[in-house]
């Protein structure tokens, strides 16, 4: 697969680190992968053959890019000018009425790029007000929340001169979270950035119950919102989560704990320091198979388990989300580190 301009038909991005989880998990999809040249960005091989992505997604790319152009310029006013002017008359005959994502991407990795990103950035939007203002005023510097195709512009560095150029993007939904004070974990991230990919998060007066909460920032992040949370470890919530009035703290076993009698919750947690399959075979499955939670955010810490080979598991028809949930995703976040989380409902 190849594509115009001498752009490579898709190009991939995840966090830098994981390319090589990337590479494996489109291989098991069929596709060919040139070696890495840049952190976190995975392009084709040149004339390989298009790859399906999965229908919940990619797990470790947090997005799919389809290029049109590589744009090269030798000066910051020069590739910002230049990426401005493709992008100007690539829109011709497009309505613009709604704000649209425009994201640079600096990629780890680019020598000597540093602040030239910005800079490049800036001298974009200012050749893009002067050729489309009214368009230029409707974009916006951030990823769109949420997992799903995307219509903008997607600029990556490849190179010191050099960005690689999209309008359409599959997005993943992984996205850098604001951190809160209150917060006692980094953790509390994670959850965060599920939320977007999931669609949803924890409403006022809806129950939450989290396997494995402790210090509490999953926990912390439902009750700031209002829910009512049953917070299950041996182990010590701490900072916003400790003695909030809608925290009960139950020191029990995650494996043992069960709801009371006809008690659904609406979201279950879990993020349990356990092997994988021992967290699906003995939490997921008997809480989906039992109906007792609607929603769920799982992480899974790979460690020393092949991820890729969870993965494939994972998507398989018979799988416990395979069998038991509906509108399951799997997602390296961008606040994950060897772990992925799912995330879905019960079926
Ligand atoms: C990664 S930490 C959870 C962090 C938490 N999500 C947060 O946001 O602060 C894992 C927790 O799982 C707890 N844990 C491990 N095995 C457990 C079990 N069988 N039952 C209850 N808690 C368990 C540990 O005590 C630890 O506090």
Not at 47 to 75: C, K, N, Q, R, Y
Not at 247 to 257: G, K, M, N, R
Request: hydrophobic share 45%; proline share 7%; net charge neutral.
């Amino acid at each position: 697969m190849s594509g115009p301009d001498g752009a490579p038909a898709r190009a991939w991005l995840c966090r830098p680190g994981f390319e090589d989880m990337l590479a494996r998990e489109l291989a098991g999809a069929g596709a060919r992968v040139a070696s890495s040249a840049v952190a976190g960005l995975v392009v084709p091989e040149p004339g390989a053959p298009a790859v399906a992505m999965p229908a919940s997604g990619w797990a470790f790319a947090s997005a799919e890019l389809h290029p049109e152009a590589v744009i090269t310029g030798d000066s910051v006013n020069a590739l910002g000018g230049a990426v401005a002017d493709w992008f100007a008359d690539a829109l011709r005959g497009e309505q613009v009425a709604l704000p649209w994502p425009c994201v640079f991407s600096a990629v780890d990795g680019v020598p000597g790029l540093g602040r030239r990103a910005a800079a490049v950035e800036r001298a974009f939007h200012e050749k893009l007000s002067r050729r489309v203002g009214r368009v230029a005023r409707l974009a916006l510097p951030d990823l769109p929340a949420g997992t799903g195709p995307a219509h903008g512009m997607f600029a990556v560095f490849t190179a010191f001169d050099s960005v690689l150029v999209s309008r359409d993007a599959w997005l993943g939904g992984q996205r850098r979270m604001a951190d809160d004070p209150a917060a006692p974990s980094r953790s509390y991230l994670k959850v965060e950035e599920a939320y977007g990919v999931a669609g949803a998060a924890p409403e006022p007066g809806q129950l939450v119950c989290d396997l494995g909460a402790a210090p509490g920032g999953w926990t912390f992040s439902a009750a700031k919102r209002g829910a009512r949370v049953t917070a299950v470890d041996n182990g010590p919530l701490k900072g916003g989560a400790l003695d909030h009035a809608l925290v009960e703290h139950l020191q029990q076993d995650a494996f043992v704990f069960r709801p009371r009698a006809g008690q659904v919750y609406d979201w279950l947690f879990c993020d349990l320091v356990e092997e994988p399959h021992h967290v699906l075979r003995g939490v997921l499955e008997p809480w989906l198979a039992e109906r007792w939670c609607r929603r769920f955010v799982v992480n899974l810490k790979f460690g020393r388990t092949d991820a890729n080979a969870l993965l494939r598991e994972l998507r398989a028809g018979d799988s416990v989300l395979g069998r038991l949930a509906t509108g399951a995703s799997v997602r390296h976040l961008h606040h994950d580190r060897d772990e992925f989380t799912i995330m879905g409902a019960s079926r």
